[in-house]
């Protein structure tokens, strides 16, 4: 083939690439929508319920890194086919399961197939981009169809109810998943490098040790407070990731190889995608609990009110690659970081009665301001793996955001709750003070002191995007440097 063709081809597959990552991020997104339609048809019991939300996403995280991993062993395309196929016929099974423990047997299962989606996607669009500047624009568009994803999510889901019973919702990864399977081995590149030793199997269960409990752990506390089982998931996840990573650190050809740390520009950048999105889930979670509950509105409309803060990590997402070509891409991630502490201060100022007008607007400040790291923290942490390590660099930067996010939610979640409690309001939840209120007086109260809360962890999460702002710039002056035209796979970019 010609440079053209090559081009082409590569940008078709990319295309490809991205109905992959809006299915990703759709799929979280959907499934809180048909709860109630769930709920009336399978009777499922208050664990269950909880399960058929979690379980997606407990597997999805447990998974990544043995799956990362899998694809540099038998080729990422063929990863990619395989998950697609499983998620296709799962998605059936899950839209007509008749009982609840079938439907959350499902979900485990799609949790497994979604883990191959985006390592798949992030490695394969590094394996067809070997341009490092072709390379950040193509992950600058996975950025962005990831959000897109998040932001119609609640907007197709919500449509489909309003005319189809609860399982159509899990049926908008079938037609994905056979464009997938038709045009995959027409666009997406078959000969990427791979390793032929096989996976350590101690390895992947101790990832899954780590992952599982970890996440589980996060999610309770921010739902119902730091218990002892709460708190012993996280400290056992994390007893058993520092297992996880003494193996590595012995076997000759380790799952995850973490000498990739040593290096700076991968480690930095791993560290900012977590403490991004650390403060981005936080705020989706307490700000979605405020449109509800405090301002009384429905999911769907209180979906469309946080849409438009998806569009500004798109935009962000992909003006951050062109940005990086003139400035320093630390300092355009430092710049972005701070527009985003700003969009934090916005939303201090959040009171039970404001405009949302004030909310839309902080809420797109924030994300527009993360796009940028999102993009090119992602570009690096894929860039400066060598090539028969991206699959598994993929997964770790994709897995880096859903920790983050965990335990964004459950800190800043609790930071919300603990002023809630704090105020006296004789409840642990709003949603509990709210059906126990008897008066006017005491629902005005009770809003109020949960939009205290969220003043409180608006204004922790802008100290600490500045501060993550600082630290980038700092710790990155020495060592980057303006994208060049091309440089060679397996550098730093």
Same mark, same amino acid.
Request: hydrophobic content about 55%.
């Given at each position: 083939?010609?440079?053209?063709?090559?081009?082409? &081809?590569?940008? /078709?597959?990319?295309?490809?690439?991205?109905?992959?990552?809006?299915?990703?991020?759709?799929?979280?997104?959907?499934?809180?929508?048909?709860?109630?339609? =769930? *709920?009336?048809?399978?009777?499922?019991?208050?664990?269950?319920?909880?399960? !058929?939300?979690?379980?997606? /996403? @407990?597997?999805? $995280?447990?998974?990544?890194?043995?799956?990362?991993?899998?694809?540099?062993?038998?080729?990422?395309?063929?990863?990619?086919?395989?998950?697609? /196929?499983?998620?296709?016929?799962?998605?059936?099974?899950?839209?007509?399961?008749?009982?609840?423990?079938? +439907?959350?047997?499902?979900?485990?299962?799609?949790?497994?197939?979604?883990?191959?989606?985006?390592?798949?996607?992030?490695?394969?669009?590094?394996?067809? @981009?070997?341009?490092? &500047?072709?390379?950040?624009?193509?992950?600058?568009?996975?950025?962005?169809?990831?959000?897109?994803?998040?932001?119609?999510?609640?907007?197709?889901?919500?449509?489909?109810?309003? &005319?189809?019973?609860?399982?159509?919702?899990?049926? +908008?990864?079938?037609?994905?998943?056979?464009? =997938?399977?038709?045009?995959?081995?027409? +666009?997406?590149?078959?000969?990427?490098?791979?390793?032929?030793?096989? !996976?350590?199997?101690?390895?992947?269960?101790?990832?899954?040790?780590?992952?599982?409990?970890?996440?589980?752990?996060?999610?309770?506390?921010?739902?119902?407070?730091?218990?002892?089982? $709460?708190?012993?998931?996280?400290?056992?996840?994390?007893?058993?990731?520092?297992?996880?990573?003494?193996?590595?650190?012995?076997?000759?050809?380790?799952?995850?190889?973490?000498?990739?740390?040593?290096?700076?520009?991968?480690?930095?950048?791993?560290?900012?995608?977590?403490?991004?999105?650390?403060?981005?889930?936080?705020?989706?979670?307490?700000?979605?609990?405020? +449109?509800?509950?405090?301002?009384?509105?429905?999911?769907?409309?209180?979906?469309?009110?946080?849409?438009?803060?998806?569009?500004?990590?798109?935009?962000?997402?992909?003006?951050?690659?062109?940005?990086?070509?003139?400035?320093?891409?630390?300092?355009? =991630?430092?710049?972005?970081?701070?527009?985003?502490?700003?969009?934090?201060?916005?939303?201090?100022?959040?009171?039970?009665?404001?405009?949302?007008?004030?909310?839309?607007?902080?809420?797109?400040?924030?994300?527009?301001?993360?796009?940028?790291?999102?993009?090119?923290?992602?570009?690096?942490?894929?860039?400066?793996?060598?090539?028969?390590? %991206?699959?598994? %660099?993929?997964?770790?930067?994709?897995?880096?955001?859903?920790?983050?996010?965990?335990?964004?939610?459950?800190?800043?979640?609790?930071?919300?709750?603990?002023?809630?409690?704090?105020?006296?309001?004789?409840?642990?939840?709003?949603?509990?003070?709210?059906?126990?209120?008897?008066?006017?007086?005491?629902?005005? $109260?009770?809003?109020?002191? @949960?939009?205290?809360?969220?003043?409180?962890?608006?204004?922790?999460?802008?100290?600490?995007?500045?501060?993550?702002? !600082?630290?980038?710039?700092?710790?990155?002056?020495? &060592? *980057?440097?303006?994208?060049?035209?091309?440089?060679?796979?397996?550098? /730093?970019?």
């Amino acid at each position: 083939m010609t440079t053209t063709q090559t081009s082409r &081809r590569a940008w /078709a597959g990319l295309a490809v690439l991205c109905v992959v990552a809006v299915l990703a991020s759709l799929e979280l997104t959907v499934t809180h929508l048909a709860l109630p339609a =769930i *709920d009336a048809d399978l009777r499922p019991s208050g664990t269950q319920l909880l399960w !058929i939300v979690d379980v997606y /996403a @407990f597997l999805l $995280a447990g998974s990544m890194l043995a799956l990362g991993a899998a694809g540099d062993r038998i080729g990422r395309r063929r990863l990619l086919m395989i998950g697609a /196929a499983a998620y296709g016929v799962l998605s059936v099974l899950a839209a007509w399961a008749p009982t609840a423990e079938t +439907l959350i047997a499902a979900r485990a299962l799609l949790g497994v197939a979604g883990a191959t989606l985006m390592p798949s996607t992030l490695s394969l669009t590094a394996t067809m @981009f070997r341009d490092a &500047r072709q390379r950040a624009v193509a992950v600058g568009v996975v950025i962005a169809s990831v959000s897109g994803g998040t932001a119609i999510g609640p907007l197709v889901g919500g449509a489909m109810l309003e &005319r189809f019973w609860w399982g159509s919702v899990f049926l +908008l990864g079938v037609p994905v998943m056979v464009l =997938i399977l038709a045009l995959g081995p027409i +666009l997406l590149p078959a000969g990427e490098t791979t390793t032929t030793t096989r !996976i350590d199997v101690v390895s992947v269960g101790l990832s899954m040790g780590a992952v599982l409990p970890l996440v589980w752990g996060l999610k309770e506390i921010a739902a119902g407070g730091a218990g002892w089982a $709460a708190v012993t998931g996280v400290v056992g996840g994390a007893v058993v990731g520092v297992l996880f990573v003494g193996r590595q650190r012995v076997l000759a050809d380790p799952m995850v190889d973490v000498r990739l740390f040593r290096d700076p520009a991968f480690s930095v950048a791993v560290a900012t995608l977590a403490a991004g999105i650390f403060v981005l889930w936080g705020a989706n979670y307490y700000l979605a609990q405020y +449109l509800q509950l405090v301002r009384g509105l429905s999911p769907l409309l209180a979906g469309l009110c946080t849409a438009p803060s998806a569009a500004g990590v798109i935009v962000g997402s992909l003006l951050a690659p062109r940005l990086a070509r003139r400035v320093r891409p630390s300092v355009v =991630i430092g710049v972005g970081l701070t527009v985003s502490a700003a969009g934090f201060v916005l939303l201090t100022q959040l009171t039970a009665t404001s405009g949302l007008g004030l909310l839309v607007a902080g809420s797109v400040t924030v994300s527009a301001g993360l796009g940028p790291m999102m993009a090119l923290a992602t570009d690096q942490v894929v860039g400066a793996a060598p090539p028969e390590r %991206a699959g598994a %660099a993929a997964a770790l930067s994709s897995m880096a955001p859903q920790l983050g996010g965990a335990l964004g939610i459950a800190v800043l979640g609790s930071v919300v709750a603990a002023v809630f409690r704090g105020a006296g309001t004789g409840a642990d939840t709003l949603g509990a003070a709210l059906a126990a209120a008897e008066d006017g007086t005491g629902l005005a $109260a009770a809003r109020e002191a @949960f939009t205290d809360g969220i003043v409180l962890a608006a204004t922790v999460s802008a100290a600490l995007a500045a501060a993550l702002a !600082i630290s980038v710039v700092a710790l990155s002056a020495r &060592r *980057d440097s303006v994208i060049p035209t091309s440089r060679p796979r397996g550098s /730093a970019a």
